[in-house]
């Protein structure tokens, strides 16, 4: 190597000095060049090799990696969103209150008989999913088959007007959110539109606020997914209560059921037509207080059991599902099946009916 370095500098001694400046010259520029490209932000670069492909990898002999986070989906509707707590309210709908508004922002909508065999809705509400117009109504009184519902959701906000003198007790004590005009008074409005009681509605997003702790929406048995084998084509089916009556009509346009109630079309003020893309007739054992709560003398309120089990029937996308339910304590979630299975509703609002057996 020596012997090499010293036979290049005899050369570049017995070259001309025109030859060794030029050379000189050339090595300054270079040298320049190279600087100018390795500071960052240069106007040009050199450009870089890319990297060889890795070879792949053998395929793993163990179980394969779990799969990615799935989107994230309600459990009271299956229907992309985050959870948001909870709001319970208790909705009149006897003829005088009607139409009703909010009706269908609610995820869950349960029809419930109450005295003299009329019906009362409890609709359930996620944070997320309020009505546009921030108003919920007419709000009417609580009633014992509320409680062992709501108590599948956790400790929630309920939101009614009041109730039987010897059932506010039992509320006091009950795991809710007792949210009433005595408790909050700014969240409620009473409007022209109808009479007394029959004008009471309710700001949602002032309850939320007035009661903040109220539990997420969680899971209460619903399952959501693609229809199963089987069913009977159903265009319109009827379940029936004392003095009530609920028509449910398949709109395959809409991809829901729409509502008529004791034979008129359920209207609703802020948003058309009642209607949801699942609809759940609950068969349950009807009878009266256990409590011997009376809404009249000697006359027992009405109570729907929603704890133990019964036929139910299922319409989604057109067919009718006779399956069953059954729900094992009151802090449980509500099973339905249908050939043995797990039923699947579809995404959307949910109605359940509460229909005596």
């Known amino acids: 190597m020596m012997r ?11 070259a001309p000095l025109r030859t060794r400046v030029l050379a000189l010259v050339a090595a300054g520029l270079a040298v320049a060049i190279a600087v100018v490209l390795a500071i960052p932000g240069g106007h040009s670069r050199a450009p870089v ?22 989107e994230t989906v309600s459990p009271l509707t299956g229907l992309p969103g985050e959870a ?18 909010g009706v269908n922002s609610a995820d869950v909508v349960y029809a419930i008989e109450v005295e ?10 996620d944070a997320n999913h309020l009505p546009q117009g921030d108003a919920i109504g007419p709000v009417r009184s609580a009633r014992e088959s509320d409680l062992p519902i709501l108590e599948q959701y956790g400790k929630v906000d ?42 009471q509605y309710v700001r949602p997003s002032g309850t939320l606020r ?57 209207a609703t003020r802020d948003a058309g037509q009642m209607g949801a893309p699942t609809i759940v007739v609950q068969k349950v054992a009807e009878t009266t207080s256990p409590r011997g709560f009376m809404d009249s003398p000697g006359v027992l309120s009405p109570y729907a059991p929603t704890v133990g089990s019964g036929d139910a029937v299922v319409l989604r996308d057109g067919k009718a599902y006779q399956g069953t339910w059954s729900r094992a304590s009151a802090d449980a979630g509500t099973t339905f099946t ?15 009916v509460l229909e005596p057996a």
């Not at 090799?49 to 799935?70: E, Q, Y």
């Open 210 to 266: 007035h009661f903040p702790d109220s539990a997420p929406a969680k899971d209460i048995g619903f399952r959501f997914g693609a229809a199963p084998d089987g069913g009977v084509p159903t265009g319109s089916l009827t379940a029936k209560m004392p003095a009530a009556s609920f028509t449910f009509t398949w709109d395959a346009a809409q991809g829901k059921y729409l509502v008529t109630m004791d034979g008129k079309p359920a």
């Open 338 to 352: 249908y050939a043995g299975q797990p039923m699947n509703f579809h995404p959307g609002q949910v109605w359940v």
């Open 116 to 125: 003299g065999g009329l019906s009362r809705f409890l609709a359930i509400y």
């Open 4 to 14: 090499i370095l010293e036979q290049a500098l005899g050369r570049w001694r017995s």
């Open 158 to 199: 309920f939101v009614y007007s009041g109730a039987l003198t010897k059932f506010l007790p039992v509320l006091a004590g009950a795991n809710v959110f007792n949210c009433t005009p005595q408790q909050d008074g700014s969240s409620f409005f009473r409007t022209r539109s109808n009479i007394a009681p029959f004008n």
């Open 49 to 70: 090799a890319s990297a060889p492909a890795p070879s792949p990898s053998p395929s793993p002999t163990g179980p394969s990696p779990s799969p990615s986070p799935t």
């Open 84 to 101: 948001g707590r909870i709001l319970a309210v208790k909705i009149d709908n006897i003829v005088n209150a009607r139409p009703q508004t």
